[in-house]
Each structure stands twice: as C-alpha cells, then as structure tokens.
C-alpha cells in the first residue's frame, strides 16, 4: 500500500483482525466501492471435496466473500475512522504478538498513509466505531472469535518459535520489524 499511496490516487483502506493467529485472522480490504473480506481459521475438513490435487489445501485458504458497499456506506465508515483516531498521526510505538486480539489498520486517504493498531483490552479497543460496521457487511459467515484472556504455560512462552508464535512492532511509519 505503500507504494501506491499517492496524492490523487484512489483511498485504500486494509483491517486486519488477529483473532489469536492460530485460531482467526479476518481481513477486510477496500477500494473504490468493493470490500473485500477474507477469514482464514482452522480448516473446516468436513466440506473437503478432491476433485484435483489443488483441492487438498482449500481447507486452509479461509473464506473470502466481496461486498459492494454504496457510498453513504463508505462516508460512515470514513466517519467511524476518524472517530477512531485512525487519520491521526500517532507517534507511538505497540508490540503485538499473534497469541493476542487485535486490530491492525492500514489507511491511505489522499495521498496520506495511516496506521492504527487496537489491542484487547486496551481503552482504545473498547468502544471502535468501524468494527461494528465492517463485520455487519461481512458475508462470510464466520463469526468473529472474541477476544479473551488466553493462557499459555512455560514451555510455550520458551519455546514460542516451535509453536508458531511472532510479535511484530508498529510505529508511526507502520510495520517495523518482525520479532520471534
């Protein structure tokens, strides 16, 4: 997004939901008037149907529905965002790890790119405008997995790279590294 947000192009906006990564990530993309939403969570093998070999990994690949929104809809989302502090500039910087509830925004509204990151159960988590909306238009089916207190024991906390757990670091200018 980054590379294509310019002044006078077109406004890109990209949610992510981590909704613990092993168990639910949800992303939501808009451009123009399309959203396009995908959910990828444990694969659902009960629908598993071969009928080439590409046909084993579907299970995997999550939901993907897209919805064409009208423009009062896009105006009320761009009013939710803003009611979120998403086109400020914020200086500081969060560590997220993929065993936690989240939002990651990614917003380029003329020609400005933004990002805002809502950890659970931090303040500015509690009362987001834009989340109600996007999982309103969400035609996946999918319920979103709610956040919650999750317990890891020691061993996990140790030995976090054997079970696929990674924190990234957001600042101001976005994604700044990926940490293990």
Known sequence: MRATCQSGGPNHYRFVYNGVYTEQVRIYELRGNDLKVEVIGEADLSELYV????????????????????????????????????????????????????????????????????????????????????LGWDMTEIPLNPPRETLFDDEYKVNKADHGRFNIRVGPNGLMYLLD
């Open 51 to 134: 009928n080439e070999v590409l046909d084993l990994l579907k299970p995997w690949q999550g939901k993907k529905a897209t919805i064409r929104l009208r423009e009062a809809d896009k105006e009320l989302l761009e009013q939710a965002m803003t009611s979120d502090g998403i086109f400020t500039h914020d200086e500081r910087e969060i560590e997220l790890s993929s065993d936690q509830f989240y939002w990651l925004v990614v917003a380029c509204k003329e020609g400005v790119l933004r990002f805002g990151t809502f950890r659970w159960p931090d303040a500015n988590y509690k009362n987001l405008a834009f989340s109600p909306l996007l």
